[in-house]
């Protein structure tokens, strides 16, 4: 159940009454479709009150409420009003403000449906203030330092006539907008209106024109203003520094009020009262940018929200690479933004990524390539930066290693280079020996399994790596036949050895009798005994003993002396 209590009389249907009253002590006013209540002296709302309006309510003194107020009709002041508390509104409600230089305080942000400024004089502005529709006729308004905004995009939105809306320092009045209509800012000026349009471009973009230049005149796109700028809203706004009708600002003084991610878009300057041309010269402050300008007299400046493009990304990681498979970390320098795409192109094909650091493995394609945007928490793309990869041939490494029958410890062994492409060599024979020679002989001093590895590389930097195995065996081979005629084959029974510390060997007779006896590491029989003299053809045997590096040797076996 609702309770009603006023101080003197509240009447329903079409009836009106003429009362002063306090709504209180826990209070509920409603007030029905079509029901009309005036009030001549003033109206107070306490803080526990509540008032909920579907009629009309005309008021010819001030309202001070602390309540909370439901306004679906018409309320129309002529005094001053106050907001302490609670105000909801839909979008059908009017409030009316036709008195004689009002002021409207309010604690917090106020949504209104329709509002209406009517009477003389100059209204006040004390707080901030939205709406979907303004009326104005026959004054000024003065938001002093606080915002005047009006959401509804479409033309009639914001009516005025012989009005003006000015602002303090710091004090800003918006309109939203829709490209390719004419609006009216009833700013600054006590004169005739000008329209001002924003356009949107056929090849995308936005601009502002102003509605007199035609339309086949497109006026000034703000992009080609500046490159960095990646969108702009369709929403422009104005801030009026001053009323005054003489005063110079400068640069630095217009900045102090400038926001941030706006952009300065024309000016009108009294008492000119006509639109400027847009400078064509463009200057950074942090995130804002404006058109560089000097005001003479009032200045009254429109707005517009944009966005930056982040910055073109720096890729870090090479460009030129050799051919072949192989595998390249690339990262981004410069300020960090909210993503980074990669684009790779490979092979006809290309394939995307995400990050500021990522892996690509290359295998030398033609017409490879990367490059990266990036983008930020507004939706906006950089300009891409990209890398085409060029691939330097690679030299093909090979080689062959003359190897004897019995590789020694002895011996040394040719390595022969069939390298192809390359003019820089560099051996490692395995046993901390290296070479740059490009055919190197080399001798091994102990015997063992080693890894011969090639590298050669070419006059771009490219290289190509080859090994094999090379085995220097430890072990001694005594001959079982040769023939001392002199004829020049085989005339000697020599004994290959590889890594043999001492040796010892002794050549027996048939009947057993000493003919030779040897402990040289570099030994031959010539088939004649210790007193020169030839010994006949025949079978002797042999007795060897050796030691080598970690192995000890005893061979016996018989030997053929051939003539």
């Given at each position: 159940?609702?309770?009603?209590?006023?101080?003197?009389?509240?009447?329903?249907?079409l009836?009106?009454?003429?009362?002063?009253?306090?709504?209180?002590?826990?209070?509920?006013?409603?007030?029905?479709?079509?029901?009309?209540?005036?009030?001549?002296?003033?109206?107070?709302?306490?803080?526990?009150?509540?008032?909920?309006n579907?009629?009309?309510?005309?008021l010819?003194?001030?309202?001070?409420?602390?309540?909370?107020?439901?306004?679906?009709?018409?309320?129309?002041?002529?005094?001053?009003?106050?907001?302490?508390?609670?105000?909801?509104?839909?979008?059908?409600?009017?409030?009316?403000?036709?008195?004689?230089?009002?002021?409207?305080?309010?604690?917090n942000?106020?949504?209104?449906?329709?509002?209406?400024?009517?009477g003389?004089?100059?209204?006040?502005?004390?707080?901030?203030?939205?709406?979907?529709?303004?009326?104005?006729?026959?004054?000024?308004?003065?938001?002093?330092?606080?915002?005047?905004?009006?959401?509804?995009q479409?033309?009639?939105?914001?009516?005025?006539?012989?009005?003006?809306?000015?602002?303090?320092?710091?004090?800003?009045?918006?309109?939203?907008?829709?490209?390719?209509?004419?609006?009216?800012?009833?700013?600054?000026?006590?004169?005739?209106?000008?329209?001002?349009?924003?356009?949107?471009?056929?090849?995308?973009?936005?601009?502002v024109?102003?509605?007199?230049?035609?339309?086949?005149?497109?006026?000034?796109?703000?992009?080609?203003?500046?490159?960095?700028?990646?969108?702009?809203?369709?929403?422009?706004?104005?801030?009026?520094?001053?009323?005054?009708?003489?005063?110079?600002?400068?640069?630095?003084?217009?900045?102090?009020?400038?926001?941030?991610?706006?952009?300065?878009?024309?000016?009108?300057?009294?008492?000119?009262?006509?639109w400027?041309?847009?400078?064509?010269?463009?200057?950074?402050?942090?995130?804002?940018?404006?058109?560089?300008?000097?005001?003479?007299?009032?200045?009254?400046?429109?707005?517009?929200?944009?966005?930056?493009?982040?910055e073109?990304?720096?890729?870090?990681?090479?460009?030129?690479?050799?051919?072949?498979?192989?595998?390249?970390?690339?990262?981004?320098?410069?300020?960090?933004?909210?993503?980074?795409?990669?684009?790779?192109?490979?092979?006809?094909?290309?394939?995307?990524?995400?990050?500021?650091?990522?892996?690509?493995?290359?295998?030398?394609?033609?017409?490879?390539?990367?490059?990266?945007?990036?983008?930020?928490?507004?939706?906006?793309?950089?300009?891409?930066?990209s890398?085409?990869?060029?691939?330097?041939p690679?030299?093909?490494?090979?080689?062959?290693?003359?190897?004897?029958?019995?590789?020694?410890?002895e011996?040394?062994?040719?390595?022969?280079?069939?390298s192809?492409?390359?003019?820089?060599?560099?051996?490692?024979?395995?046993?901390?020996?290296?070479?740059?020679?490009?055919?190197?002989?080399?001798?091994?001093?102990?015997?063992?399994?080693?890894?011969?590895?090639?590298?050669?590389?070419?006059?771009?930097?490219?290289?190509?790596?080859?090994?094999?195995?090379?085995?220097?065996?430890?072990?001694?081979?005594l001959?079982?036949?040769?023939?001392?005629?002199?004829?020049?084959?085989?005339?000697?029974?020599?004994?290959?050895?590889?890594?043999i510390?001492?040796?010892?060997?002794?050549?027996?007779?048939?009947?057993?009798?000493v003919?030779?006896?040897?402990?040289?590491?570099?030994?031959?029989?010539?088939?004649?005994?210790?007193?020169?003299?030839?010994?006949?053809?025949?079978?002797?045997?042999?007795?060897?003993?050796?030691?080598?590096?970690?192995?000890?040797?005893?061979?016996?076996?018989?030997?053929?002396?051939?003539?």
């Amino acid at each position: 159940m609702r309770r009603f209590l006023l101080l003197v009389c509240v009447f329903g249907g079409l009836q009106s009454a003429f009362c002063q009253f306090y709504l209180g002590n826990v209070a509920e006013l409603f007030l029905s479709d079509g029901a009309v209540l005036s009030i001549e002296e003033n109206a107070i709302l306490d803080s526990f009150s509540i008032l909920q309006n579907n009629g009309s309510i005309l008021l010819d003194s001030n309202l001070q409420s602390n309540g909370a107020i439901t306004n679906n009709g018409l309320v129309d002041v002529q005094g001053n009003i106050y907001f302490g508390g609670s105000v909801v509104n839909d979008g059908s409600s009017v409030w009316r403000f036709s008195g004689d230089s009002q002021q409207v305080s309010s604690v917090n942000p106020i949504q209104f449906g329709t509002l209406e400024f009517d009477g003389s004089g100059t209204k006040q502005l004390n707080g901030a203030v939205n709406c979907l529709r303004l009326k104005l006729q026959n004054c000024n308004v003065n938001t002093q330092n606080h915002e005047l905004r009006v959401d509804g995009q479409l033309t009639d939105d914001v009516e005025a006539v012989n009005a003006r809306i000015y602002s303090s320092p710091g004090g800003r009045f918006y309109r939203a907008m829709l490209a390719n209509q004419e609006y009216v800012f009833p700013v600054g000026s006590e004169s005739s209106l000008r329209a001002l349009k924003l356009i949107a471009f056929s090849n995308g973009g936005a601009g502002v024109r102003f509605s007199e230049n035609g339309p086949g005149e497109e006026g000034v796109s703000l992009a080609l203003m500046d490159p960095s700028l990646c969108s702009v809203g369709n929403e422009f706004h104005y801030r009026i520094f001053c009323d005054a009708d003489s005063l110079s600002l400068n640069g630095s003084a217009e900045l102090a009020w400038l926001q941030d991610r706006s952009i300065w878009a024309a000016s009108r300057l009294a008492p000119q009262l006509a639109w400027s041309s847009i400078p064509t010269q463009v200057q950074t402050f942090g995130d804002s940018l404006r058109f560089s300008s000097t005001l003479t007299g009032r200045g009254e400046w429109a707005l517009s929200e944009y966005s930056l493009r982040p910055e073109v990304p720096v890729i870090l990681g090479p460009d030129t690479l050799c051919a072949g498979l192989q595998s390249v970390t690339y990262s981004i320098v410069g300020q960090p933004a909210t993503t980074y795409l990669w684009t790779i192109s490979a092979a006809g094909q290309s394939s995307s990524l995400e990050g500021s650091e990522i892996p690509i493995v290359w295998n030398g394609e033609t017409g490879a390539g990367i490059s990266v945007v990036a983008s930020n928490a507004d939706g906006c793309s950089s300009l891409p930066s990209s890398l085409n990869m060029h691939f330097n041939p690679l030299p093909v490494a090979a080689f062959e290693a003359d190897l004897p029958s019995f590789p020694s410890t002895e011996d040394p062994i040719q390595f022969n280079n069939e390298s192809l492409g390359s003019n820089a060599y560099a051996w490692n024979f395995g046993d901390e020996n290296a070479s740059e020679a490009q055919h190197p002989l080399h001798r091994f001093v102990l015997p063992g399994i080693y890894t011969v590895t090639l590298i050669v590389s070419n006059e771009f930097g490219c290289s190509d790596t080859t090994m094999r195995v090379v085995e220097i065996p430890e072990d001694i081979v005594l001959p079982n036949v040769f023939s001392p005629n002199g004829d020049g084959a085989n005339d000697v029974l020599e004994v290959p050895l590889s890594g043999i510390k001492t040796l010892s060997l002794t050549i027996f007779d048939r009947w057993g009798n000493v003919v030779f006896e040897s402990s040289q590491t570099k030994l031959y029989w010539d088939g004649r005994n210790a007193s020169g003299e030839r010994m006949p053809a025949g079978t002797y045997f042999a007795v060897l003993k050796a030691e080598g590096q970690s192995l000890q040797f005893e061979k016996k076996q018989s030997i053929a002396l051939m003539d």
